[in-house]
């Protein structure tokens, strides 16, 4: 295979997906400004409604700053470099899928794991319950999220969470998310 | 201390303190990385205003979006006026919500539950 019918067939594949935007790169605030800005005119392009809209927001907000804050850097991956990470959203019959990838340890891997386990094993009422008690224990972390973030992604979500590990080198794993979002 | 206004940005809400009449308004959007660096200031100048505050106080909050390392800021907020309220005073919050945002109202109906203070919830056609 040739490299430009490569090019071609990464755009056909994302294509079919139905991927309205894609990235994978470094992290940076000014990127998770810039992936809002485009996301939230696109859904004002498409007339989605302002319940979806909203929705879609918050999670989106929410699973940047996820990866703004949580990723964790494999020890000589590719030397100096970053690691990357991978956002795409994409559009489906029943609504939109956001989706993220990146490195995280697997001591980190394995509380996590664990944590959106529980998560998925809860109602919508356990989990709106879950978010007022976590709320509420007045704990914070420095970056102040003090661990709301995937509790409220799963309560606006509405839907288990899809995710899963794979084993890298080093002792890390690369952590992928796939929350959807349905229209009404 | 002063009267206060710091004025909205993509990710931070505007803020209006008017310590005469005894009104806090927080309008906008509440999605800063970092929410501690932009909540600190302002639970700094509740902590003033709580030494001599008026009979009544009254908080707008009229948000479009806040994300979670917010929240637990607004609950700081929220927990410094119940302190006030804790002293003898009356202390109002008109939780302000658009119509179509649920998700908006579950979440005033929270503080609502974790708060001691008197929450309204306010629906509006849009902000």
Redo the contacts between chains.
């Keep these: 295979m040739t490299e430009i019918q490569e090019i071609f067939d990464l755009y056909d594949s994302m294509e079919r997906k139905n991927i309205m935007l894609s990235f994978k790169g470094d992290m940076s605030?000014d990127l998770?400004?810039s992936i809002l800005?485009l996301i939230e005119n696109k859904l004002d392009r498409f007339g989605e409604?302002?319940?979806v809209k909203?929705?879609m927001?918050?999670i989106l907000?929410?699973c940047l700053?996820n990866l703004?804050?949580h990723i964790d850097i494999p020890r000589n991956i590719n030397s100096e470099n970053t690691p990357s990470i991978i956002v795409m959203v994409a559009k489906n019959v029943t609504g939109y899928s956001i989706i993220t990838g990146n490195f995280i340890f697997e001591d980190n891997a394995d509380v996590l794991k664990s944590r959106l386990e529980e998560i998925n094993a809860m109602s919508k009422d356990e989990i709106?319950q879950l978010?007022?008690s976590v709320?509420?224990d007045?704990k914070?972390s420095?970056?102040?999220?003090?661990g709301?973030?995937m509790?409220?992604i799963a309560r606006?979500s509405g839907e288990k969470l899809d995710f899963g590990f794979v084993p890298f080198e080093n002792g890390s794993s690369f952590f992928s998310l796939n929350v959807k979002v349905k229209q009404d | 201390m002063e009267s206060i206004k710091i004025e909205g940005s993509p990710k931070t809400p505007t803020v209006e303190f008017d310590k005469d009449g005894g009104v806090l308004a927080i309008k906008g959007r509440s999605i800063p990385e970092n929410s501690i660096d932009f909540y600190k200031p302002l639970i700094g100048w509740i902590d003033a205003y709580a030494l001599q505050p008026k009979e009544e106080t009254v908080i707008h909050m009229q948000l479009e979006y806040f994300n979670t390392s917010s929240s637990k800021c607004i609950l700081d907020v929220f927990k410094k006026l119940e302190n006030i309220k804790k002293a003898g005073k009356t202390v109002r919050v008109k939780w302000h919500y658009e119509e179509d945002d649920e998700d908006m109202l579950e979440a005033g109906e929270d503080y609502d539950a974790i708060i001691d203070l008197d929450f309204e919830m306010i629906k509006e056609e849009e902000f």
């Design positions: 605030t998770l400004t800005q409604s302002p319940k909203k929705r927001f918050n907000v929410e700053q703004h804050h709106k978010y007022k709320l509420a007045g914070m420095e970056k102040g999220g003090g709301l973030g509790i409220d606006r």
